[in-house]
C-alpha cells in the first residue's frame, strides 16, 4: 500500500453569527466535497487511508444532510442519494478487506490467520480494491462528484429555503436538533447489550453521524467551542469505535468458516477472542452510560 495520504481540505467559513441554516449546511457539505476531491488520486493508487478518508467525507455529507433534513432534502437529493449508496459500496468492500488484512498481519493473529484462512484474504482485497478503481476513474463517479457540488451550491432546496419569511435562527435550530438526536441515542441505546450485530452496527452509524455534527458545528462552523460539546463527542466518538472495532472482530473471526480448515480444525476463533469481544462491548456500555448522563450546563440545555 502506498504511504497513507494526509491532505487538508478544511475550508475558512464566515464567522458563524453571520450564518443561517442553509449557509451552515453549505459550509458543511463543501467541506465534504472537497474532501472527497482531495483523496481522489490517491485512493486510485491504492492508499487505503485515503479510501478511509473518502468514505469519512461521504458519512459527514450524509449526517449533514439528515441533521437539515427538512430544509435541504429534495428530489435532486434522493437521486445522488441512490448514487453515492453505489459508490460507496465500492469504498465499504475495499475498506473492509484493507481493515481485515491489518487484523491478519497483526503478531497475535498472523499464525491463526495463515491456519485457518489462507490466502483468500488477499486475494479478495485485490479483487475489491480493482473494483474500487474502476468506479472512482469512471464518468458516473465524475457526474456525481460534479452533481454534488451543484446540488450544494444551487439546488432545488436553496430556493425554497429562499421563499421561507420565517426561517428559524441557527443555533436554535441545531439545539433543537442535537437534543432529539441525543435523546433517541439514549433510548436505542439502552438495549445495546441485547442488540444482534446488524442493529448494532445501525446504532453504530446514527452514534457515528452525531459525532460527526457535533465536529461540524464546533470546527465547521464553530456555533460553539469544542470544549463546550466535548462532554457528548467523547463518549460519542469512543462508543462508535468500540463497535467499530467490534463488528470488524467479528468478520474477521468469520472468515475462518470459508477458510481451508473449516472442517478439520475447531478452534475458528483467533487467539482471546472471547476476552477481547467482552473488553469492547463493555466500552461501548461505559460510553453509554456517559453519553446518558444529565446535560446540567450544557450549552444545549442553557439555549433550549
Request: glycine share 4%; hydrophobic share 40%.
Given at each position: ?107 497475535r493473529y498472523r499464525a491463526w490467520a495463515q491456519r485457518m484462512i489462507g490466502e483468500q484474504l488477499d486475494q479478495r482485497q ?179
Amino acid at each position: 500500500m502506498a504511504a497513507p495520504t494526509r491532505k487538508s481540505s478544511r475550508r475558512k467559513v464566515p464567522a458563524a453569527a453571520s450564518l443561517d441554516c442553509a449557509t451552515a449546511f453549505q459550509a458543511m457539505a463543501r467541506d465534504c466535497v472537497a474532501a472527497i476531491e482531495a483523496h481522489h488520486s490517491s485512493a486510485c493508487a491504492g492508499d487505503a487511508e485515503a479510501v478511509h478518508q473518502i468514505r469519512i467525507a461521504i458519512t459527514r455529507l450524509r449526517a449533514a444532510v439528515a441533521f437539515f433534513a427538512p430544509i435541504v432534502v429534495d428530489a435532486e437529493w434522493l437521486r445522488l442519494k441512490k448514487e453515492i449508496a453505489w459508490l460507496n459500496g465500492a469504498l465499504g468492500a475495499a475498506r473492509d478487506s484493507d481493515v481485515l488484512v491489518e487484523y491478519a498481519r497483526h503478531k497475535r493473529y498472523r499464525a491463526w490467520a495463515q491456519r485457518m484462512i489462507g490466502e483468500q484474504l488477499d486475494q479478495r482485497q485485490m479483487r475489491d480494491h480493482r473494483q474500487l478503481v474502476r468506479c472512482l476513474r469512471s464518468v458516473r463517479t465524475q457526474h456525481l462528484i460534479l452533481a454534488m457540488a451543484d446540488w450544494i451550491r444551487q439546488g432545488p432546496w436553496l430556493a425554497r429555503w429562499q421563499r421561507c419569511k420565517d426561517a428559524e435562527a441557527l443555533q436554535i435550530y441545531c439545539v433543537r436538533e442535537l437534543n432529539r438526536w441525543h435523546g433517541r441515542l439514549v433510548r436505542r441505546g439502552r438495549r445495546l447489550k441485547a442488540l444482534d450485530a446488524s442493529r448494532r452496527h445501525r446504532l453504530r452509524i446514527k452514534f457515528k453521524r452525531f459525532r460527526y455534527m457535533l465536529e461540524a458545528l464546533t470546527e465547521t462552523v464553530s456555533l460553539w467551542g469544542r470544549n463546550e460539546l466535548h462532554h457528548l463527542h467523547r463518549p460519542a466518538k469512543r462508543l462508535q469505535r468500540a463497535l467499530g472495532d467490534l463488528r470488524d472482530l467479528q468478520r474477521f473471526a468469520s472468515l475462518a468458516d470459508d477458510g481451508p480448515q473449516a472442517k478439520k480444525d475447531k478452534a475458528k476463533k483467533p487467539p482471546g477472542y472471547r476476552r477481547r469481544k467482552e473488553k469492547l462491548l463493555g466500552a461501548a456500555l461505559a460510553s453509554h452510560r456517559d453519553i446518558t448522563k444529565p446535560l446540567l450546563g450544557s450549552v444545549l440545555q442553557i439555549s433550549a
